[in-house]
């Protein structure tokens, strides 16, 4: 039997080697984020039903597992934003196609390049680092998760000896907090994405389905499809793609007969084949008769005088049917900004109609591990 071998290791070597072992042996493998909750890791172990767990004891096998098929690499499990996590499957070669697709792309030179993975390894940014490294036998540090002075210590010869890391993954919250000038190459994704990033940052798009990003900078990957449908969805078709969902009892292959998933994301593609995302279909705010995406809004509201982090939701109106609501952190909470000033600032680049109708002020912004915004967790607010 092939099995699905759940890693519920920090980052770092024996993480690597884990891995290493368990494709040698034909399995795939399930990160367990450290940082769940017990609860949370026994919901995800009775979900997915893996075959073993490698922890800090050993390898051990687990009743009620649930084989895998040949040629499966990994099942991760999807952030959770729209509901309750899915397995996603990857096989070998959707892997191996993202991590050369990906390096081509950025020109990755295995002898000179090295990547640096702090990103979570339960999620695709973090996971695809690793495989990209391995795929392409690229120089790899694997770090337990981001600390701000151990990523800019690996960078400023102040780490330990050896080649300093080259590449990165990283969210914007942890690109405003390093040495940016120092990498040769920076990717971004996860959230929406301010307008000024350093020069050498590199904005991806991409979901687990995907096996990492599909879309750098604008422009799709080499060998990935894209085309949207009527209701103006993002649907991809590329070998980079997930096998199936797997469930508690059986897979699913949410592709269409012909290869083609649904994003589940809206977009537009421009003649020159330019690509532009404007945010989960679901979130769509429809206020009066036009539709406001949040991200597009957050991605304005970020760089405005007084915002520390921003997310967007629509509530309930009874003359426009939704409103555009605002849910700051402020980057000085006594003196916040206002929502005249926000309007004010959001209307010198978006429609009028996509500018703000309510101001909520708050601690702080509920985000997943790789910087998405958890909508379901911002408080509804009062007519």
Known sequence: MLQLVALD???GPDWVDALRRAWDDGDAVLPIDPRLPRSARSALLRELRPTAIVDAQGKHRLADGRKVEPGDAAVIATSGTTGAPKGVVLTHAAIQ????????????EPGHDHWLACLPLAHVGGFSVVTRALVTNTALTVLPGFDVETVNAAVLDMGPPGPRPTL??????????IQSPSWRV???GGSALPDCLPVNTVRTYGMTETGSGIVYDGWPLDGVELRIDAAGQIEVRSPTLLRAYRLRAVDVDPKTDDGWFATGDSGSIAPNGG???????GDVIVTGAEKVWPEMVERVLANAPGVRDVAIAGRADPEWGARVVAFVVALDPTTPPTL???????????PAYAAPKELVLVESVARTALGKVVRSALTPTRP
């Open 275 to 281: 690509v532009t995302v404007k945010g989960r279909s």
């Open 97 to 108: 196609a993202s991590g050369l697709t990906t390096s081509s792309r950025l020109a990755v």
């Open 9 to 11: 290791l920090p980052g």
């Open 340 to 350: 005249e000033s926000l309007r004010t600032y959001a209307k010198a680049t978006l």
């Open 186 to 188: 920076i990717l971004v």
């Open 168 to 177: 990165v993954s990283l969210v914007v919250n942890a690109l405003l907090r």
